[in-house]
């Protein structure tokens, strides 16, 4: 593989680890309905806190850069998990916290593109169902990111 497809890759594995964290975000600015708003429950208080502080994203693409980022990312989501409002939620956050500490501990971009490869239709499935919960959090209208 020559330098310039190993930059490629390692580009392409950054931004789909990027998913991860971003995914949430999504979610968080659609407008949501005022009725069933559950913004005081402790997953709701995990994800405000989550969004209002963002980890900034890795400064250079190494793989040390990388690990440290993810283990920047792994508090907020295991804050997450442990108060996610459902079975459901609560197993795809446990899935995404599973991930993102293979992912600090892997020493490849090359073995962590392929990962993302072949569990990309799973997680954008999980993204989607988790994000019904990240809406029932919004009190009323849309929620406004820093």
């Known amino acids: 593989m020559s330098r310039t497809q190993r930059l490629a890759s390692r580009a392409r594995t950054l931004l789909a680890g990027s998913l991860v964290a971003g995914a949430l975000l999504v979610p968080l600015s659609v407008a949501t309905p005022q009725a069933g708003a559950v913004s005081n429950s402790p997953f709701c208080k995990a994800v405000f806190s989550w969004a209002e502080h963002p980890v900034p994203g890795p400064t250079t693409l190494t793989i040390a850069s990388y690990h440290a980022w993810?283990?920047?990312?792994?508090?907020s989501y295991e804050q997450m998990q442990a108060a996610a409002p459902n079975a459901k939620?609560?197993?795809i956050l446990g899935f995404i916290v599973t991930?993102?500490?293979?992912y600090a501990k892997d020493s490849s971009f090359v073995k962590l593109a392929a990962y993302e490869k072949i569990h990309k239709?799973?997680?954008?499935?999980?993204v989607k169902v988790l994000a019904a919960s990240i809406r029932a959090c919004a009190t009323a209208g849309t929620i406004q990111l820093p």
């Open 89 to 91: 939620d609560k197993q």
């Open 99 to 102: 991930v993102l500490k293979g």
């Open 121 to 126: 239709a799973q997680f954008n499935a999980d």
């Open 70 to 75: 993810v283990k920047k990312l792994l508090p």
